[in-house]
């Protein structure tokens, strides 16, 4: 018996992650729709320590899609952890990221650092790539070893957290 879900798969407006089941994107009928449902995944750690994103969204929330400014398609987001990008990015704050692997000089970007993800800005000296806090008081650098680097996101947003 194939449930509603099912039918709305069928019908091309929900597109899943082949390796995970549990990851789907919510497709637009309309090339022109005012609501994208962006997957929101665990916290993103702004500290020293953190874990691996693991691929499995915690829930969609909705987001019109104007205040993206990018295709729906290659967002996400994620919740920030720790203090080591105050005082642009807070605990809990939502971080909106757009995919892509090349950030440019200065981008926030969300990254994995050796089984750690982190949100950090992207600086690139001398070929060397470097991931700092904004929180220079508290954090160091990272001169990162390029091999266990992997550029996930560009931050593209971040929304306060209204706390009740």
Do not use: W
Not at 18 to 24: L, T
Request: hydrophobic share 40%; with cysteine.
């Amino acid at each position: 018996m194939c449930s509603s879900y099912c039918s709305v798969r069928k019908k091309r407006f929900l597109r899943q992650n082949p390796s995970n089941p549990a990851d789907y994107q919510v497709l637009a009928d309309d090339p022109n729709k005012k609501i994208a449902y962006i997957n929101l995944y665990g916290m993103g750690p702004c500290g020293p320590e953190g874990s691996l994103l693991d691929g499995n969204p915690i829930r969609k929330l909705a987001i019109a899609t104007e205040m993206l400014g990018f295709d729906a398609n290659l967002a996400f987001m994620l919740k920030a952890k720790g203090d080591s990008m105050l005082p642009k990015i807070k605990e809990g704050d939502l971080v909106i990221a757009k995919k892509s692997k090349d950030p440019l000089q200065g981008d926030i970007i969300v990254c994995v650092y050796r089984g750690k993800v982190l949100i950090k800005k992207f600086v690139k000296i001398s070929g060397d790539i470097i991931l700092e806090s904004l929180n220079r008081d508290k954090f160091d650098p990272i001169v990162v070893d390029k091999h266990e680097l992997q550029i996930e996101d560009v931050v593209k947003a971040v929304y306060a957290y209204a706390s009740a």
